[in-house]
C-alpha cells in the first residue's frame, strides 16, 4: 500500500459520464506493484504482475442491444467508487485469464472488499488482447519492451469467466485472421 495517494481529474465527454469528467487516482493510486500466483494445475503455477490498484468514480453502462437503431444509458452506478485492478500483459490465454479472475474474486471475498458477484456487475473485467509471433513474448519478458507485443484490443465490462474465455478467444483469432490477411500487426503498450 502507498503511503500517500491523490484522486486526479480525467476530463472526456462520454454519454457514460454525463459530468464530463472522471475522479481518478490516475497518477496516484492507493496501492502500487504487487503479484498474485495463479494455479493452472497440478504443479503448474503462474504469476501474474498487479501494476496497481486505484480507487475512482464508475461510469454508466451504455446499452447498444435494446434497439436496432438506438442506444441506451443506465446512469444507476454512474459516480459509485470503483476498485480497479490493473494488470501487466504476463497472462498468456484464455484458460489462465479466467483462473486468473477466479484467484482475484476468491482474494477480493476472502478480504471482504466485494462479494465478486459477476452476474450483478460486482465484479467485471476489462480484457486486453493482442497477439504476437513465436518468441516475441519472451523477448518482451526479457527486455520490458511493449514494442515487442503486438496492437491491443480492448473488451470492456465482461461479467462472467465463461464469457472473458470465449471473447479472448474471438479476439485473438480475429486478430491472427487479420495478419495472415496481409494486415499490419502494430506495436502497442498493452496492459490487461
Do not use: W
Amino acid at each position: 500500500m502507498n503511503l500517500t495517494s491523490a484522486f486526479d481529474r480525467k476530463n472526456y465527454f462520454y454519454p457514460d459520464l454525463p459530468q464530463g469528467y472522471q475522479i481518478s487516482q490516475l497518477y496516484h493510486p492507493i496501492v502500487g506493484e504487487g503479484e498474485v500466483i495463479v494455479d493452472m494445475g497440478p504443479g503448474v503455477a503462474r504469476r501474474v504482475r498487479i501494476e496497481r490498484i486505484h480507487l475512482e468514480q464508475d461510469a454508466g453502462k451504455s446499452i447498444h442491444d435494446m434497439d436496432p437503431n438506438m442506444s441506451f444509458v443506465d446512469l444507476n452506478r454512474t459516480g459509485v467508487a470503483l476498485m480497479e485492478i490493473v494488470s501487466r500483459p504476463d497472462i498468456r490465454g484464455p484458460e489462465e485469464a479466467a483462473a486468473y479472475v477466479s484467484k482475484l474474486r476468491q482474494i477480493m471475498r476472502y478480504l471482504g472488499t466485494c462479494d465478486g458477484n459477476m452476474q450483478n456487475g460486482n465484479l467485471r473485467a476489462d480484457v486486453n488482447v493482442s497477439i504476437c509471433p513465436p518468441g516475441a513474448y519472451e523477448r518482451y519478458q526479457e527486455t520490458g519492451d511493449f514494442s515487442h507485443l503486438g496492437t491491443r484490443c480492448e473488451i470492456k465490462n465482461m461479467n462472467s469467466l465463461r464469457f472473458i474465455q470465449a471473447a479472448i478467444e474471438y479476439e485473438a483469432r480475429r486478430q491472427i485472421a487479420i495478419v495472415e490477411d496481409g494486415g499490419k500487426r502494430r506495436s502497442g503498450n498493452p496492459s490487461i
